[in-house]
């Protein structure tokens, strides 16, 4: 039961170049997409997240994109650097339902390249 | 800043034992949770708490396991007795409300034996 799916498990890229790490989802209720990132042997980290009344959302390097009819959303960061190499998580939530609980998927580990 | 903070770090137990693994979520946060990650599998939900009570509880949060925030700052969670499949990373995480981002913990590692 894969409600939400990250399907590259792994991308590489140059520093000073852009990062895109993709997830997708099926359920409909989701209304609220987070990512997060998460280093080896620590809890994950949150970093950005967007609201299903909007398409953009941005902070600093990091921005997300959410295609609602596609059910896609993408996480771009622009300029990569080596310290943002780590395993990045797509979660998704309903705020129709009384817990808010987050469904994850699998993740994207990043690797930047000096 | 404020953070989730997890106790202990790691846990190794026999099989059969019981565990208690302990947070503190932020302190003015109202929504509490506890997600585990078994070994190159994804984090997946185990129990929200909100209110003083359970309010949604996965699959995996059979009568072995139970929650309580026993005083204004803890959350704890108790595995009665465990199995060697509870061997995972457990994280606590706690929300303050909509648009309900969760902020997690750096995770308690328990090994069954």
């Known amino acids: 039961d894969q409600q939400v799916k990250q399907n590259s498990p792994s991308l590489s890229v140059q520093e000073g170049r852009i990062s895109i790490l993709n997830c997708d989802y099926t359920?409909?209720?989701?209304?609220?997409f987070l990512w997060y990132k998460k280093y080896p042997a620590e809890g994950p980290t949150f970093l950005i997240s967007?609201?299903?009344?909007?398409d953009k959302n941005e902070d600093g390097r990091f921005t997300v994109f959410l295609n609602k009819s596609a059910k896609h959303l993408s996480l771009h960061i622009v300029p990569s650097q080596p310290g943002d190499s780590a395993v990045y998580f797509c979660?998704?939530?309903?705020?129709?339902?009384?817990?808010?609980?987050?469904?994850f998927g699998k993740g994207t580990l990043l690797t930047v390249n000096p | 800043e404020p953070e989730v903070t997890q106790t202990p770090s790691h846990q190794v137990t026999q099989m059969g034992q019981e565990v208690i693994l302990r947070c503190v979520p932020i302190?003015?946060?109202?929504?509490f949770y506890w997600y585990r990650q078994i070994l190159g599998q994804k984090v997946e939900f185990l129990v929200s708490?909100?209110?003083?009570?359970?309010?949604?509880k996965s699959e995996i949060f059979d009568d072995q396991f139970s929650v309580e925030r026993p005083d204004g700052s803890n959350f704890t969670l108790k595995i009665r007795s465990t199995k060697l499949e509870d061997s995972a990373m457990y994280f606590c995480?706690?929300?303050?409300?909509?648009?309900?981002?969760?902020?997690f913990g750096p995770g308690t590692r328990l090994t069954v034996l």
């Open positions: 708490f909100y209110n003083n009570e359970i309010s949604e």
């Open positions: 995480a706690s929300g303050g409300g909509p648009p309900h981002t969760q902020y």
């Open positions: 979660a998704a939530s309903a705020s129709r339902s009384s817990n808010y609980k987050l469904t």
């Open positions: 302190s003015n946060h109202l929504y």
């Open positions: 967007i609201s299903s009344i909007k």
């Open positions: 359920n409909s209720m989701f209304d609220y």
